[in-house]
């Protein structure tokens, strides 16, 4: 399952009070895609990882009350009272198995121990396919039985969506526009420590920016992502580095048009990013020289603009745009 259509599915089901499971591979997203739902939904986030747990941090200890003669259990106070609001379980089937026995109650009544999980309160646990070769328990049957169980795989149009919004660094986004199968390269059969996953490009992002020198940079990214997908990115920076200054085209100065697929994604990945802080006149100017492009890039460039939330579709140049590709969007 993609991100957009899990993201619409978890929306859908949280309001019905269904517990979810969504599995992933290491790095995929999944924490990240719940906290969005959260976000979008206006609703409190709370992440608990089981697996650093006991089974009395869920049920809570026990005291005595001298009142009632009467054993009770004093709830944790990392459980919500009260609100809106989803619980997330990170890791769950990394959780020891007394652990997860301690978490059925919750699960599936909504309650333990003394405790009870308030209305407005979501479900929603995660976890790494056991062929991953993580730290993982068999999920007991009893405990899998009560859940919605979702699968969530990588895919780079959602992710390119994501980075363009979280103003990841062009010449990541170009290099993965340009091969797709770098944004995710985990066999769980190698024993390579670093590899490339959505999580770990957004690491390399952290480290273009850090203000280290080329060498330390090289050396950070191969830490991040591998050294087979290091070493393929930097050759694509050199690529970047020798195309038209995309300032000159904000300010509606003709420049030289590359001729091969991987400086046109670079290019037009390049303009995309400076988009987002463009006044409407040089929007007016990248709409103007998208009619340069070959139509496949000119196509793809408009609706990366508008996949960013740019709006461009007030502008006369992007009605002179439409008139011009409007046999290709129908």
């Known amino acids: 399952m993609r991100a957009k259509e899990l993201k619409e599915v978890v929306g859908a089901l949280i309001k019905q009070n269904l517990p979810i499971f969504i599995w992933g591979s290491p790095g995929v997203g999944k924490s990240s895609i719940i906290k969005q739902v959260s976000s979008s939904g206006g609703l409190e986030f709370i992440d608990l990882r089981l697996s650093l747990l006991d089974p009395t941090d869920l049920k809570g200890i026990p005291f005595f009350n001298s009142q009632t003669n009467e054993a009770l259990w004093a709830s944790p106070n990392f459980l919500p009272k009260s609100g809106e609001g989803i619980l997330f379980l990170d890791e769950i089937n990394t959780a020891a198995p007394s652990v997860q026995a301690a978490a059925y109650q919750l699960i599936l009544d909504r309650k333990v121990g003394e405790y009870e999980l308030?209305?407005?309160?979501?479900?929603?646990?995660?976890?790494?396919?056991?062929?991953?070769?993580?730290?993982?328990?068999?999920?007991?049957?009893?405990?899998?039985?009560?859940?919605?169980?979702?699968?969530?795989?990588?895919?780079?149009?959602?992710?390119?969506?994501?980075?363009?919004?979280?103003?990841?660094?062009?010449?990541?986004?170009?290099?993965?526009?340009?091969?797709?199968?770098?944004?995710?390269?985990?066999?769980?059969?190698?024993?390579?420590?670093?590899?490339?996953?959505?999580?770990?490009?957004?690491?390399?992002?952290?480290?273009?920016?850090?203000?280290?020198?080329?060498?330390?940079?090289?050396?950070?990214?191969?830490?991040?992502?591998?050294?087979?997908?290091?070493?393929?990115?930097?050759s694509f920076i050199k690529v970047m580095s020798t195309l038209p200054n995309i300032s000159d085209i904000l300010d509606g100065v003709s420049v030289e048009i590359p001729k091969d697929a991987q400086s046109l994604i670079a290019l037009t990945t390049g303009v995309v990013a400076k988009a987002k802080d463009a006044k409407s006149k040089q929007l007016e100017n990248i709409i103007n020289f998208s009619l340069s492009l070959p139509k496949e890039f000119a196509i793809m460039l408009i609706k990366d603009i508008q996949s960013s939330a740019i709006e461009i579709e007030h502008l006369s140049a992007f009605e002179n745009w439409v008139d011009e590709f409007s046999f290709l969007l129908e």
Do not use: C, M, Q
């Not at 769980?188 to 020198?213: C, I, M, Q």
């Open 118 to 234: 308030p209305i407005g309160w979501a479900i929603v646990a995660a976890g790494n396919y056991e062929s991953d070769r993580g730290v993982v328990y068999k999920l007991p049957t009893p405990l899998a039985n009560r859940f919605v169980h979702l699968s969530l795989e990588p895919h780079f149009e959602d992710w390119k969506e994501w980075a363009y919004k979280a103003d990841i660094s062009s010449e990541i986004i170009a290099f993965l526009h340009f091969d797709n199968e770098e944004l995710f390269k985990f066999d769980p059969t190698s024993n390579e420590k670093a590899f490339a996953t959505p999580r770990s490009w957004e690491y390399v992002d952290r480290v273009l920016k850090s203000g280290l020198d080329r060498v330390l940079t090289h050396k950070a990214i191969k830490g991040a992502v591998g050294e087979s997908s290091a070493n393929n990115f930097i």
